[in-house]
């Protein structure tokens, strides 16, 4: 009964406010008209439809999204969009996560280029002499070099204020300032608990332990953010870098292939470059925010705290310290930067020796040459290790004078500035002044105030020790990071220089014949049909040397449906024809016409050696297309299918497992396998002209002829560069190189002409006249054998038989 009241009592002042409110709404009410109740009803009741259709519609598309995630995941595919973005789903907890990569825009690369390929002369980045930028035999170092090129990779790293990186950087210095905060707060603190603790104030003792320990839980959070937040400012610059980069070297220019086989610049080891020099220049760059910046702070904020507390005198030592040791490390430093690119050069060069042996698996194993590699991999690593243990022996050394001087002397400098307070406390500041005023005090408060200072003072001075140690062994890290940085910089001048064509002769010289410096000839894209007009064929050398000259001014042009075979013995130029009208060699002169590219009304060219990229096996079949392209062209598995079939591979999807399996496929496919996964591309993409390279070697004839009918059929104008005159029935015209006595001239018929005919029933009657004496050439064999068969003796006589062989013959 008593519990009933209570409640009663309870609910009654929420009745109460419940009715006044109530009475408040029916007051408002009262002074609204009718239509603007209706029209309220009305909002409110659109405001939640709308709401629930808006948020049905957002539930289905998130679903919707979700669903494309998890398919594009299992698929490893992705979606490209109008302008050139690509959106990929990376696993997130139990679902994905959509990520938008936009590729670097063409005017960033224009904006970018001066940087790169003209820098200032105060940089000293380039002599006049040298082609390269830098040149091949600049010292990476800390100088106007180093800053130049630093900030030109920061230019990429960090393009813009808004940028996500700003706000990463901006997020780690306010760590370090925390810290650094932290840091005083520390030192104040352990004074105080060293003074109660020596007074014997318990309570406060306690009281300084518990905010220790609060202060030291945060500081820990401190600390752990500002290396979360150094890794991700890390993760973030080589993500920039490594787009950027990639956009650079993988684009329609080719400037992945002209790099190697062109340039020369950064010689075979772009993978080097690209993976391992990246990342070190990255990790280096963001620890250098770290190590640099927060050393900064420090030495400003506790100088200042120690120039209140121990005066001008302390100061000026300490100044005059901090110069001292950084001239002496600085003079007798070794230079880091150089060693650390020659190391990293060389670390490049023992993995593309095993890289190449890797690719070369097979040939190597044939010819049975693995003593030899193993030699060479010997040799290449024996001159990594003596570069590396002379560079331990040169920091052995330095580390020596390092540590000497920034923990032992720095330690005793810094126990003479402490002591300024009690024997010189006129020049102590405000430590002299508390010495002083402690002076005329009795009992033991003058010892305490010594041990508070003290140890505030130590800290600070341990503090700024460390500090300054930071800050001297980032020297090393400076020199370090220039050498990382002068191998990016080089990288990156290198891909900007290529995709420029931006080659120009050594001041003061003319530019040698057939050099990279003297390319004068057009490419036209978008023609119907291959024209070259006084295009000579040369095969380019590394810049800045000339080329060899393989075809004397070749002109010629082709039509649709005008098959074209080109033939020649070996090495005087039917592939360099492809390379060229394909923009992998320069045209030096003349005009190149071509169609743009893979499509129906485009070209596409088939190498020597057939390709078998990473991935399924519709993907080897729709290769440079992605499963995602293939669908939006409306292709299907089963037309794949048909294709394999007209290919003669109709077998391998039942053999291999399925469309979705994933193989190894250059090592699955035979020789044959591979030629014709080539043709079955061809016959896939269905351009309008086709280059097609010694594509059909490893095929039999009788395989051979269908292929060509139904490329034909289809409608492609095949252009193919064999040595098999069985193959001129499927031509219409034929080009011969090597002509000539220096094998620089050539020759353009059409096949089954009058002269041909004329030629082959020559040499048919030249057979005939030969199989005429077949008989006449038998017997006379037959008595040169009975001649050589007979036995002479002396005297002219010939020997007769054996009496077992008149017997056996009896």
């Not at 492609?716 to 034929?734: C, D, G, M, P, V």
């Not at 038998?778 to 077992?804: A, F, H, M, T």
């Amino acid at each position: 009964m008593a519990s009933q009241s209570t409640l009663r009592h309870s609910a009654d002042p929420l009745a109460a406010l419940y009715h006044k409110y109530s009475d408040y709404l029916r007051q408002r009410l009262k002074g609204t008209s009718r239509t603007t109740r209706l029209l309220a009803t009305l909002f409110l009741v659109l405001s939640i439809v709308t709401g629930g259709l808006g948020g049905r519609r957002w539930w289905k598309k998130r679903t919707a999204e979700k669903e494309q995630g998890r398919r594009l995941l299992r698929r490893n595919s992705g979606l490209r969009n109008k302008d050139g973005s690509r959106v990929i789903f990376v696993p997130y907890k139990d679902s994905t996560s959509k990520v938008t990569i936009h590729p670097t825009k063409p005017m960033t690369f224009d904006a970018h280029r001066r940087l790169f390929l003209n820098p200032p002369r105060a940089a000293r980045l380039t002599d006049g002499r040298s082609p390269q930028v830098p040149p091949a035999n600049a010292k990476p170092g800390l100088n106007l070099a180093f800053l130049h090129q630093f900030l030109s990779l920061l230019s990429i790293m960090v393009p813009r204020w808004t940028s996500k990186e700003t706000g990463l950087l901006l997020s780690h210095g306010m760590f370090l300032m925390l810290r650094t905060y932290l840091s005083l707060v520390v030192a104040r603190l352990d004074g105080e608990i060293v003074r109660d603790l020596v007074a014997g104030n318990g309570k406060p003792f306690l009281w300084g332990i518990i905010k220790w320990c609060g202060i030291g839980s945060f500081a820990s959070y401190t600390n752990a953010m500002i290396k979360f937040l150094q890794s991700k400012v890390s993760i973030a610059f080589r993500t920039r870098l490594t787009r950027y980069i990639h956009d650079l070297y993988l684009n329609d220019n080719l400037n992945y292939y002209k790099l190697t086989n062109l340039d020369g610049g950064i010689g075979q080891g772009a993978d080097q470059f690209i993976t391992q020099d990246l990342t070190h220049f990255c990790n280096s760059a963001a620890s250098l925010y770290s190590s640099l910046g927060k050393p900064t702070v420090d030495l400003l904020v506790f100088n200042y705290q120690l120039y209140r507390s121990l005066g001008p005198l302390a100061f000026a030592g300490l100044m005059s310290n901090y110069i001292l040791t950084a001239s002496l490390l600085r003079r007798l430093s070794p230079p880091f930067g150089k060693l650390k690119a020659v190391e990293g050069r060389k670390e490049g060069d023992f993995r593309a020796l095993h890289s190449r042996l890797i690719a070369n698996a097979e040939e190597v194993a044939f010819y049975g040459g693995a003593a030899m590699e193993k030699t060479f991999l010997d040799k290449e690593f024996k001159s990594l290790k003596r570069w590396m243990e002379g560079i331990y022996t040169l920091k052995i050394r330095y580390n020596i004078l390092e540590d000497f001087i920034l923990k032992y002397s720095w330690s005793a400098y810094g126990y003479l500035i402490s002591s300024l307070p009690v024997f010189l406390p006129a020049w102590g500041g405000l430590g002299g002044i508390q010495e002083l005023a402690d002076a005329s005090s009795s009992g033991g408060g003058r010892e305490r105030g010594r041990m508070k200072d003290f140890i505030t003072n130590k800290r600070l001075m341990l503090s700024l020790a460390d500090a300054g140690g930071r800050m001297m062994y980032s020297i090393k890290d400076l020199s370090e990071l220039a050498g990382y940085t002068s191998r990016v910089y080089t990288l990156i001048s290198t891909l900007h220089r290529v995709h420029a064509d931006a080659y120009f002769p050594p001041r003061g010289t003319h530019p040698e014949l057939y050099s990279l410096s003297d390319v004068q000839g057009t490419i036209q894209k978008g023609f119907d049909g291959v024209r070259l007009e006084h295009v000579p064929v040369v095969a380019p050398s590394i810049f800045p040397r000339g080329g060899e000259e393989l075809i004397d001014s070749l002109s010629l042009i082709v039509h649709s449906g005008e098959h074209l075979l080109i033939s020649g013995p070996n090495g005087v130029g039917k592939s360099a024809v492809a390379r060229v009208v394909a923009g992998l060699w320069p045209v030096y002169r003349g005009l190149v016409s071509r169609p743009r590219s893979i499509g129906t009304d485009g070209i596409m060219f088939l190498p020597q050696r057939p390709y078998l990229s990473v991935g399924t096996l519709r993907d080897q079949v729709i290769y440079p297309d992605g499963e995602i392209e293939m669908r939006d062209r409306g292709r299907r598995d089963i037309e794949l299918k048909h294709i394999l079939e007209e290919a003669r591979l109709g077998y391998l999807p039942d053999r291999e497992g399925g469309w979705d399996t994933r193989k190894e496929w250059k090592d699955v496919l035979s020789g044959g396998e591979k030629q014709r996964m080539a043709i079955a591309r061809l016959l896939y993409h269905e351009p309008r002209y086709a280059f097609i390279d010694e594509g059909t070697s490893a095929v039999s004839s009788d395989v051979e002829g269908l292929l060509y009918e139904r490329c034909k059929e289809k409608g492609i104008t095949l252009i193919t560069i064999s040595t098999r005159a069985s193959l001129k029935r499927y031509h219409t015209f034929n080009l011969t190189l090597g002509m000539g006595e220096d094998g620089t001239e050539w020759e353009w018929e059409r096949i089954g002409t009058a002269e041909e005919k004329m030629g082959v029933e020559r040499e048919l009657q030249q057979l005939r006249d030969r199989l005429e004496k077949v008989k006449e050439w038998e017997n006379r064999k037959l008595e040169i054998e009975n001649e050589l068969n007979k036995v002479w003796v002396d005297g002219g006589s010939e020997l007769g038989k054996p009496e077992y062989v008149e017997e056996t013959q009896s």
